[in-house]
């Protein structure tokens, strides 16, 4: 009864239940212990050190939360998850008793109270996002959609419980022995995540981990300043820090010079905490959907500043406590729903990955940074100039003031956002310059469901999905009738989170007879959600249904339904499925039906990441049948084992399954750029494997694509795999705007290259003066195993010199402007000389300094033409000695050149050049081995017919 009560008002199957309630239990626990602290710690506070030291207080804890962001973030680079969670709450729990401790003895004074008064605003930003990472380890994407609200519940809950029992607990036991009561919450937290980690997390392979856990925030910052929809939000969010500060302040000076005993005040602080955070629950359920709906975004975010300015604009005239109560409540109530709700409304239209990678910048930094300048103004106005307390209402009027004028910027740009991203989606002769609309969101949304074209449908969809808000579940259901098969899988893929009224399971069930693999998986996904039935009954009737094409869907449907989930695996007998699914094929004798049953075995195991069945992934890896080895492909990258990894990149050198190739491994996450960064630099694969892994880093367009081609370029000697990174790089820029490249590690780089070149030039400038001087004394052309061993290094080195060109100007495309640095390139490739000095002429506008005098003269020295004798007679005042020459490229990283000059040693056959050789004769490289022994053979045996 339960059960199916949960099942029908959460969306909640049978076997996340215990999950569910666990991780709400969780949550629960953590936000109740901030509720007894947060409040008690602010009575001991304003009760010892006096209101007037919130503002050094405040700064403090901007101080802290950046720092304490910073090791953080260190550490989750070193550390598992679990350990972190698990050190935070020991070191909670130990900070509590000793605080306990303190309390219980009367020391706690001074500067230790500025110590856990930002200890607990710490507390607050780590503990509860450690517990949504978690959260996102713990659940797929499709389970998180469904189970974060009821989750979240927990949170809103224990902020209730733990403020009322603080108000009804603190007269009588005291704060000592409340904090003690927090403490043993938090030990409470640690059976909790041991069984969540051994049941959930656990079985997750670290590709798996790494793609659920969010991404990286590096360079936040460009981001946010590159987009002005972003720059707006972000000033909305930290005006609002500060004026929220500041009516704290006020809520906590008045209240304390009210209430002077420390433990009534924390029963104060707590009944009020908690009266807070159920207003806000009352507005969430009863008011929020109707005011954002209804009346739009613009309106909703005017709401919370508008009734602050009311709220000051009364206290000026009745200056008392039930004032600023009514003022704090405002503010705590109206942001934690309605200005929510319309805030997460007001990012809709900017990208999915743009809004993950800035998150956690606007949540810590911004928010930090606020209050540090929330505690700089007060203690500007209340320790510098003396300003009366009451008078911070003044400041909090202007304030709301400058939040209300960038409430109108940014609903301009927010509908500027949503017009630009439909019009992206049209051919510019169909695109339909509107004016931003004055529409509710809501109606605009009904107005692209309505009358928007196919692409603009699917855009708002996806937006719907982001949001996922059961204002559009009738909306989105009138779609199931839309002539476009992507649209309604699309609608049906919404109504899987929107929607729990059964009423159109029937509907649903219809379009199971469309033939499309896309409206068949999103139908049997809502059926088995959805279904009254048990969800074992619901899949028996479809996987033995008589439509061969429902049944290979469901099949494929309850693969992804028990991924991860090896006890649904067991309950629904998937392992049996499998096994009859392969009798059936090894029974068949029409080839091409077998082909085809074989490809959907195939495409089960590794959207189920079925172990058992990962020899077929590998059968199919080596199949003769494109077909069947593009699935084998596809399907190994669904699992994303690391059993496959070595196996896809072996079939890079393939031209027809390289693309594949890079999908599947882009399906491992970012987590897969370091694997690759490691194979590269090891012989683990051929070169003509590693020569392709660049390509392969670059797909992912991650800031660790960019660190890691960077430092393949660096430490790799073979020159193909450089010049494919630098390649990579370049691409990388012009693709993506929000990546970093350190200018002074490139500029680095770029003197380096120059430095090869020139060694690669003086090494061709001594081959061509000899073939030219041996030319001279013969008087004819002459060609002999020398001559011909000297041309094959000079084509070489040709080729090297010309691959040389490329990095160097491949790594400035990463200094400037990439259109600037390529038309110079292709203007010193041409064969106009005009053209050639032009190039010369903006390069050196372009460049600095430093990189002009290194750059300049290798350039001029590209375009001599060497054919003639004026050019040689100049070139051999700088030349090197061929000894030079050989022990030069000897000493280099390129194994081809090497070779080479081995091979040239071998032919002319003197004694002098033993000493180069002689360190090759035992290495690590045989060919390098085999080459330097024939050289010492030859030489040697010259030289005893000579004796």
């Known amino acids: 009864m339960i059960k199916n009560t949960f099942k029908k008002i959460f969306d909640i199957k049978n076997e996340e239940i215990k999950t569910a309630l666990l991780m709400q239990g969780y949550i629960f626990l953590v936000i109740a212990t901030l509720l007894v602290i947060k409040p008690t710690i602010n009575s001991l506070f304003i009760s010892d050190l006096g209101a007037d030291s919130l503002p050094v207080g405040y700064l403090l804890i901007a101080i802290s939360a950046i720092i304490t962001s910073f090791f953080y973030s260190k550490a989750t680079e070193r550390f598992s998850l679990k350990r972190i969670i698990k050190f935070t709450l020991t070191f909670s729990i130990i900070s509590l008793i000793l605080l306990g401790l303190l309390l219980h003895f009367q020391l706690i004074k001074g500067w230790v109270l500025y110590v856990f008064y930002a200890g607990v605003a710490i507390y607050a930003v780590l503990i509860t996002s450690q517990f949504w990472v978690l959260a996102n380890l713990v659940f797929n994407v499709r389970?998180?959609?469904?189970?974060?609200?009821?989750?979240?519940?927990?949170?809103?809950?224990?902020?209730?419980?733990?403020?009322?029992?603080?108000?009804?607990?603190?007269?009588?036991?005291?704060?000592?022995?409340?904090?003690?009561?927090?403490?043993?919450?938090?030990?409470?937290?640690?059976?909790?995540?041991?069984?969540?980690?051994?049941?959930?997390?656990?079985?997750?392979?670290?590709?798996?981990?790494?793609?659920?856990?969010?991404?990286?925030?590096?360079?936040?910052?460009?981001?946010?300043?590159?987009?002005?929809?972003?720059?707006?939000?972000?000033?909305?969010?930290?005006?609002?820090?500060?004026?929220?500060?500041?009516?704290?302040?006020?809520?906590?000076?008045?209240?304390?010079?009210?209430?002077?005993?420390?433990?009534?005040?924390?029963?104060?602080?707590?009944?009020?905490?908690?009266?807070?955070?159920?207003?806000?629950?009352?507005?969430?359920?009863?008011?929020?959907?109707?005011?954002?709906?209804?009346?739009?975004?613009?309106?909703?975010?005017?709401?919370?500043?508008?009734?602050?300015?009311?709220?000051?604009?009364?206290?000026?005239?009745?200056?008392?406590?039930?004032?600023?109560?009514?003022?704090?409540?405002?503010?705590?109530?109206?942001?934690?729903?309605?200005?929510?709700?319309?805030?997460?409304?007001?990012?809709?239209?900017?990208?999915?990955?743009?809004?993950?990678?800035?998150?956690?910048?606007?949540?810590?930094?911004?928010?930090?940074?606020?209050?540090?300048?929330?505690?700089?103004?007060?203690?500007?106005?209340?320790?510098?100039?003396?300003?009366?307390?009451?008078?911070?209402?003044?400041?909090?009027?202007?304030?709301?003031?400058v939040w209300v004028y960038f409430v109108f910027k940014v609903r301009k740009e927010y509908f500027l956002s949503f017009r630009k991203n439909l019009e992206n989606l049209l051919p510019i002769s169909q695109k339909r310059i509107k004016k931003a609309t004055k529409d509710s969101f809501l109606k605009g949304m009904k107005n692209v469901f309505e009358n928007g074209t196919e692409k603009e449908i699917l855009f708002m969809l996806g937006k719907t999905k982001e949001l996922n808000d059961k204002r559009f579940a009738e909306t989105v259901r009138k779609l199931l009738s839309h002539p476009s098969n992507s649209v309604k899988a699309e609608a049906l893929r919404n109504l899987y989170y929107l929607n729990n009224d059964n009423s159109i399971i029937l509907e649903i069930q219809d379009m199971l007879k469309i033939e499309n693999d896309e409206v068949v998986l999103a139908a049997l996904e809502y059926i088995l959600l959805h279904a009254d039935l048990n969800e074992s009954i619901v899949f028996d009737t479809y996987l033995n249904h008589p439509n061969e094409y429902i049944s290979r869907a469901a099949l494929l449907s309850l693969a992804k339904e028990t991924r991860d989930n090896p006890s649904l695996q067991y309950k629904y007998e998937f392992s049996t499925h499998i096994k009859d699914k392969i009798s059936k094929i090894k029974s068949l004798q029409d080839d091409e039906i077998k082909e085809k049953e074989e490809i959907e075995l195939i495409k089960v195991i590794g959207h189920a990441d079925f172990k058992e069945g990962y020899s077929y992934i590998l059968d199919g890896l080596t199949s003769p049948y494109f077909v069947v080895k593009k699935n084998a492909i596809l399907a190994a990258g669904n699992t994303m084992s690391p059993v496959f990894v070595d196996n896809l990149l072996e079939l890079l050198e393939d031209k027809s399954y390289r693309e594949d190739v890079k999908l599947a491994l882009l399906h491992y996450d970012k987590a897969m750029v370091e694997v690759l960064h490691h194979k590269a630099l090891h012989n683990q694969h051929s070169l003509s494997i590693r020569r392709f892994i660049p390509q392969v880093i670059s797909v992912f367009k991650n800031q660790e694509s960019v660190n890691a081609l960077l430092d393949i370029f660096k430490t790799v000697e073979d020159l193909t795999i450089r010049l494919e990174c630098v390649r990579a790089l370049s691409a990388l820029k012009v693709e993506t705007s929000d990546l970093y490249f350190d200018k002074n590690k490139i500029a680095t780089l770029i003197l380096e290259e120059c430095k090869l070149y020139n060694y690669t030039l003086y090494a061709m400038h001594t081959q061509i003066i000899i073939q030219y001087m041996k030319r001279k004394k013969f008087k004819k052309q002459f060609f002999d195993a020398e001559m011909d061993a000297r041309e094959s290094l000079m084509e070489l080195l040709e080729r090297r010199l010309d691959a040389g060109l490329e990095r160097i100007f491949k790594l400035l495309e990463l200094q400037y402007t990439p259109k600037d640095v390529q038309i110079a390139y292709k203007g010193i490739l041409s064969e106009e000389q005009e053209k050639r000095t032009n190039a010369i002429e903006f390069l050196d506008i372009l460049l600095n300094q430093n990189l002009k005098n290194t750059l300049i003269p290798i350039i001029e020295a590209t375009i001599l033409d060497t054919s003639s004798e004026e050019v040689i007679e100049m070139i051999s005042k700088n030349k090197f000695t061929e000894y030079q020459c050989f022990e030069t490229i000897l000493k280099g990283k390129d194994l081809r050149l090497k070779l080479a000059v081995l091979y040239l040693i071998e032919q002319k056959g003197e004694h002098k050049y033993l000493p180069l050789i002689t360190p090759f004769m035992q290495n690590e490289d045989k060919k390098i081995e085999d080459f330097a022994k024939k050289a010492y053979n030859n030489i040697m045996t010259k030289n005893t017919s000579k004796e």
């Open 143 to 401: 389970e998180a959609k469904r189970l974060f609200g009821f989750i979240g519940a927990g949170a809103i809950t224990g902020g209730i419980f733990g403020g009322y029992l603080t108000t009804i607990l603190a007269p009588y036991i005291g704060n000592a022995n409340l904090i003690f009561i927090a403490a043993l919450f938090l030990v409470c937290c640690f059976p909790i995540l041991s069984i969540l980690w051994k049941e959930k997390v656990e079985r997750l392979n670290t590709f798996k981990q790494k793609k659920r856990i969010a991404p990286s925030q590096e360079r936040s910052f460009k981001l946010i300043r590159s987009s002005k929809h972003l720059s707006y939000l972000s000033i909305i969010i930290g005006i609002g820090v500060i004026t929220a500060r500041l009516v704290d302040f006020q809520f906590s000076d008045i209240a304390s010079k009210k209430i002077t005993d420390s433990e009534e005040l924390t029963s104060f602080f707590g009944f009020w905490l908690s009266t807070f955070n159920l207003i806000s629950l009352l507005i969430q359920l009863f008011l929020t959907r109707k005011i954002v709906g209804v009346w739009g975004v613009g309106f909703s975010l005017l709401l919370l500043p508008l009734f602050v300015l009311l709220g000051a604009l009364l206290f000026l005239v009745f200056p008392e406590l039930w004032v600023v109560i009514l003022l704090k409540a405002t503010d705590g109530s109206l942001k934690q729903s309605v200005n929510k709700s319309a805030m997460e409304l007001l990012a809709l239209p900017l990208p999915y990955t743009l809004k993950k990678k800035t998150k956690s910048f606007i949540d810590v930094v911004v928010d930090s940074i606020a209050t540090g300048i929330a505690g700089c103004i007060l203690i500007f106005l209340i320790k510098g100039l003396d300003v009366p307390e009451h008078y911070i209402m003044l400041l909090i009027l202007l304030l709301t003031l």
